[in-house]
């Protein structure tokens, strides 16, 4: 099992393009907030500025991408500013009908910037400590795509395809949207240091191990003790390792997980709330139950209609 895809298809990650822009100066936008999201924007030519909450501006040019974790509002702009109408006014001002290119500003076209930008959704209630590890922005330059040849040419298929037309254009470009997420994720670990512990867990040889154990038999009895053996550890020096790369206890961890696996389970029609329990490791619907509206404030039964 490759652990990272089974988190990203337990999360249900899914891609989506916002627009191409064509945007002259002066021009801004503020992104408003979009809760269980990331949006990405990528920079095909000119220059992008880029504040998230308020912290410093961030620079873009060509070939330079940044993705906002977490739903978080940010503004756009040419040169570096403080406030910025939001987006429904740019999209309403310019009559963007969501084709196309959306153009906005009144400057001379030689100085236009040229985006693609878009955004991923997860569930309602997704959440992992990888998630968790993702910094306010993250920042992907041409330079760092160059020694990243993966990434690269996935950035590379994305923009040529969405410049493109024909049948099967905007599934194509969701899927490599989605493709090109996992190598934001993967590469990120070089420019935001906080997620390198995580991300190195996945593949370490004995963290690695105990976590393809919990995602490929999450309805097993483990303790700390059997999944110490699993990894050839000692029971305390497996906890002391586990929290150092993932952030939490094991136990902690499969309990979150489970919990996540329930989500994916309830949106399935076909799926008892009994059988969700089950397979996911609670001894009793009662308990799954008390566990699973202590985590997301609703009951198992009370999310399905929430979520039909």
């Not at 739903?71 to 939001?86: D, K, N, V």
């Not at 939490?248 to 059988?275: G, I």
């Amino acid at each position: 099992m490759d652990v990272l895809d089974d988190i990203l298809a337990t999360l249900a990650l899914k891609g989506a393009l916002y627009f191409r822009t064509n945007f002259t100066a002066p021009w801004g936008v503020t992104v408003p907030e979009l809760k269980s999201a990331a949006r990405f924007h990528l920079v095909v030519e000119g220059r992008l500025c880029v504040r998230v909450k308020s912290g410093p501006a961030v620079t873009l040019g060509p070939g330079d991408l940044i993705l906002v974790p977490a739903g978080r509002s940010h503004i756009l702009s040419g040169e570096p500013i403080e406030t910025a109408p939001p987006l429904e006014t740019v999209l309403a001002d310019a009559g963007y009908d969501g084709g196309g290119v959306l153009v906005a500003g009144g400057g001379e076209d030689e100085a236009a910037t040229q985006m693609i930008c878009g955004h991923f959704t997860f569930r309602d209630g997704a959440d992992h400590p990888l998630l968790r590890a993702l910094p306010d922005h993250l920042l992907l330059s041409a330079s760092m795509r160059a020694r990243e040849p993966w990434l690269d040419e996935t950035l590379r298929l994305l923009t040529r395809r969405i410049f493109e037309a024909g049948p099967g254009a905007g599934a194509a470009v969701t899927r490599l949207s989605e493709a090109a997420f996992v190598e934001m994720v993967r590469v990120g670990a070089t420019a935001a240091p906080q997620m390198a512990p995580v991300l190195s867990a996945l593949s370490d040889k004995q963290i690695g191990r105990t976590l393809t154990l919990m995602h490929q038999r999450p309805q097993d009895v483990w303790t700390v003790e059997s999944l110490a053996g699993e990894a050839g550890m000692s029971r305390s020096r497996f906890a002391e390792k586990f929290r150092e790369m993932i952030g939490m206890s094991p136990l902690a961890y499969l309990s979150e997980w489970r919990l996540q696996k329930a989500l994916a389970l309830l949106d399935n029609a076909q799926c008892s709330v009994q059988q969700a329990a089950a397979q996911t490791g609670y001894l009793s619907p009662a308990a799954f139950t008390r566990a699973f509206t202590a985590k997301f404030g609703a009951s198992p039964s009370q999310y399905r209609r929430q979520h039909a």
